[in-house]
Nanobody, 122 residues
Framework: QVQLVESGGGLVQAGGSLKLSCVAS????????MGWSRQYPGQRREVIAA???????DYAKSIEGRFTITRNTARNSVYLQMDNLEPTDTAVYFC????????????????WGRGTQVTVFS
């Protein structure tokens, strides 16, 4: 099994930046891609960023090119640099992992962290 633990969430002023981190543990042999999703209250979780073993990336339209996903495979870690944050970015952010069988734009999470809250105020 795979365990994912997020950190780095918090309260930030609009226009500011935040960096989320995630470390994975357990059996990583079947994992070749990781990503981030977010969830508004009462809404479905949305994949916002994904990265594969070749460092190919895919982003959701909703983040408007403001976020950057990176990965350190040796450390079993993935990061999300969030810049120019807006109040609409307020959500719970989840680290995810998957065995990707196609291009990164088809990323679909198989494993989930427990989430970290990001709150952006104006």
């Amino acid at each position: 099994q795979v365990q994912l633990v997020e950190s780095g969430g918090g309260l930030v002023q609009a226009g500011g930046s935040l960096k989320l981190s995630c470390v994975a543990s357990g059996n990583m042999f079947a994992i070749n891609a990781m990503g981030w999703s977010r969830q508004y209250p009462g809404q479905r979780r949305e994949v916002i960023a994904a990265i594969d073993s070749g460092d190919n990336t895919d982003y959701a339209k909703s983040i408007e090119g403001r976020f950057t996903i990176t990965r350190n495979t040796a450390r079993n870690s993935v990061y999300l640099q969030m810049d120019n944050l807006e109040p609409t970015d307020t959500a719970v952010y989840f680290c995810t992992a998957a065995f990707l069988r196609d291009e990164v734009q088809y990323y679909s999470p198989d494993y989930w962290g427990r989430g970290t809250q990001v709150t952006v105020f104006s």
